[in-house]
């Protein structure tokens, strides 16, 4: 490969390095090896260092030098793992420039030539990688060089993709090409000897929408706090939205709140991010929040196909979606018909007959005996393998603690201001990961029973009514659960919707709360785990733990449920079990409310797996110690 020139002493490289080949201007090298003759010391220490380091920091065995004549000094301008590889680079220095130096007087000149042309070659090789990614490579390379050409930015400036289009400008469009990158919206037209350049950073960008006017039904307006710009004739306005959104959301985010690519790998390096990239990246933020899925979980396939759907007596037209623990079906009339099946519920995937009737259906069965069916699949017998593997192996392996259920990584503990004996990170928290063979005995004893349960409220004129209400209300639910089911994976319509609407019974509060929030799959898949954490926590001082008994008599004080050592007691646990397992968040102001509300219509074991789902899927970036959640959400509210 061609490597950008940097200055290396001949008269030190040579004992470590043997000329294989060289001429006026170029030096053909290989590493010394054990057994050189006249370099049997220099070949032992190349030997040892290269056994030493590991594969990425190890020295590639062929470069190319350039030199000048009488000069001690040369340039590494090429490497090579293999003599193929080196000797590819060295036939095109011969053949495109070793005869072409001899026109340069001045050394300077020579040197300056030498060095542009192999930046001039990285570059285009740069330019050939980004290019493959694309699905027209040629037009992509060809644009690429006409970006780089009229913005002029600097090398680490990506572009992700661009669009024919028309910029506004009052009611006159002008037509020409709209650039996104990593950092910039960039528009370039020139018409009728006439110029226009637009360079917009997405960190100035403060609204992004689509709208129209009097004109032009479809347009995408871009506003910065001194101007809107908007933008139209799109060939796919639907995608190019989509993607300008992500790059505005994916810059503010870096700028904010650098926490959260850490859980995202494909943005740590922003010069790597493709349109494809971003594409996947739309349809699993699609995929998690469609289904309220853990952060970590990543769409891996996205399947056209027909599920039977018993309560209507049809097949029901959607897509199949398939992550690492989930599989899920939604349909394509919104609303219509959602599935929800962890992987921990599935017993079995087979693939049945293919008939007519049932073209290439897969039937897969749940631990509730149900049986979903799903037909028309493509490539089904690939599907059916790649599910049936992933059942295996989630049967083989041994709970994993954290991973399938909240932040994969934690912060140091003494950014919080705990002592690194009292607050942990990851390591500590994975050690409380539920091993079968060894079951602690708890010593903190916890609430079998939902608050509510236990402590009651005076009861008020008008009781008698709000009974009767909430007996009618449990059995539409109870008639909803004999025909959609009444697990993880039931059915999931827009009647649900409608019985939410009209109110929960308290009696099915907690179980339901549950099951939409999926903190039933991390329940089940952790035993153990909180009582474990509880035991590790309770006792630890830090300063979370000091905010949470600061505000544990705040927390309703007027329920009986909470005016009780009892209650007091179960709020302090699971808060501090919280505070523990996750110190990115800790414990913040009003996080005391939400789980007095859990405690008191579920278990204490429960009410904290409730807790997590809220702070890490469902409302991941509202509780944070640095309010930035709060803040957009008060923003929001002052606007509605």
């Known amino acids: 490969m061609w490597l950008k020139p940097e200055e290396v002493l001949l008269k030190n490289a040579l004992k470590l390095w043997v000329t294989e080949k060289s001429n006026s201007y170029f030096i053909s090298q290989r590493r010394r090896r054990q057994g050189d003759i006249g370099g049997k010391f220099s070949g032992l220490l190349v030997g040892a260092l290269d056994a030493v380091l590991d594969s990425n920091a190890r020295v590639a065995p062929f470069r190319i030098l350039h030199q ?103 009611r006159v469009p002008r037509q020409g090409w709209i650039y ?59 995608e190019t939205f989509r993607l300008m959104e992500l790059l505005a959301d994916v810059t503010i985010r870096r700028l904010l709140d650098n926490e959260a690519f850490e859980l995202d790998p494909s943005l740590q390096e922003p010069t790597q991010i493709t349109k494809k990239d971003l594409e996947a990246r739309i349809h699993t933020e699609y995929f998690r929040a469609c289904f309220r899925l853990p952060r970590v979980e990543n769409l891996d396939k996205i399947v056209d196909c027909f599920l039977w759907t018993p309560y209507s007596q049809c097949h029901t037209a959607g897509k199949l979606y398939t992550s690492e623990n989930y599989i899920c079906f939604a349909s394509k009339e919104e609303g219509s018909c959602n599935v929800i099946v962890p992987l921990q519920e599935v017993v079995t995937v087979e693939k049945i007959e293919d008939t007519s009737l049932l073209p290439n259906p897969i039937i897969v069965g749940v631990k509730s005996k149900r049986v979903f069916q799903f037909t028309e699949i493509a490539n ?71 608050l509510m349960a236990l402590f009651h409220l005076t009861e008020s004129e008008g009781a008698n009514a709000t009974v009767g209400m909430e007996e009618v209300k449990k059995q539409l639910w109870d008639d909803h659960f004999v025909e959609y089911g009444r697990t993880v994976s039931m059915f999931r319509t827009e009647k649900i919707r409608k019985l939410v609407a009209m109110g929960i019974p308290e009696c099915l509060r907690g179980e339901l709360w549950l099951l939409f929030s999926d903190a039933a ?50 709020l302090r646990r699971v808060l501090t079990a919280y505070a523990y397992r996750n110190p990115k968040i800790g414990y913040c102001q009003s996080m005391n409310i939400l789980t007095s509300v859990l405690l008191l219509y579920a278990k204490e074991e429960e009410a904290f797996w409730l807790l997590v789902a809220v702070c890490e899927r469902m409302l991941p970036d509202y509780f944070n110690r640095r309010v930035i959640g709060k803040s957009l959400f008060l923003k929001d509210q002052l606007q509605i």
């Open 521 to 570: 799959t991390d329940l089940a898949t952790h035993p153990d785990y909180y009582a474990n954490l509880v035991d590790e926590s309770m006792g630890k001082c830090c300063m979370a733990t000091e905010e949470i008994e600061r505000d544990l008599h705040r927390s309703l004080p007027e329920h009986p449920a909470f005016q009780s050592d009892a209650g007091i007691a179960a």
């Open 180 to 238: 996104l990158s990593i950092n910039h919206l960039c528009f370039y037209s020139f018409l009728l000897g006439k110029e226009v350049k637009l360079v917009v950073p997405w960190a100035d960008v403060k609204k992004l929408e689509r709208t129209s006017n009097t004109l032009i039904t479809e347009i995408i307006r871009v506003t910065t706090q001194s101007k809107e710009r908007d933008f139209s004739m799109f060939l796919n306005i639907d």
């Open 68 to 170: 000048m004549p009488g000069s001690q000094v040369n340039w590494v301008i090429a490497c090579g793992a293999t003599v193929e590889e080196i000797q590819q680079h060295w036939e095109w220095l011969e053949q495109n420039l070793l005869h072409t130096l001899s026109v340069f007087d001045n050394k300077d000149d020579v040197i300056n030539f030498v060095h542009g042309k192999v930046k001039g070659l990285i570059a285009e090789e740069t330019r050939s990688k980004l290019a493959e990614q694309e699905e027209d490579p040629e037009k992509f390379r060809e644009a690429l060089v006409k970006f780089e050409t009229r913005f002029n930015f600097p090398d680490l400036e990506k572009l992700v993709t661009y669009y024919s289009c028309c910029c506004w400008k009052g």
């Open 380 to 450: 089904r017998d690939h599907l059916a393998e790649q599910l049936s593997k992933r059942l295996q192996l989630l049967r083989g392996e041994k709970p994993s603690g954290l991973e399938t259920s909240g932040v994969k990584e934690m912060i140091p503990s003494d950014s919080l201001g705990c002592p690194k004996e009292h607050c942990t990170g990851s390591t500590a928290i994975d050690s409380l990961a539920d091993d079968p063979n060894i079951k602690k005995e708890p010593r903190h004893s916890l609430n079998s029973e939902a």
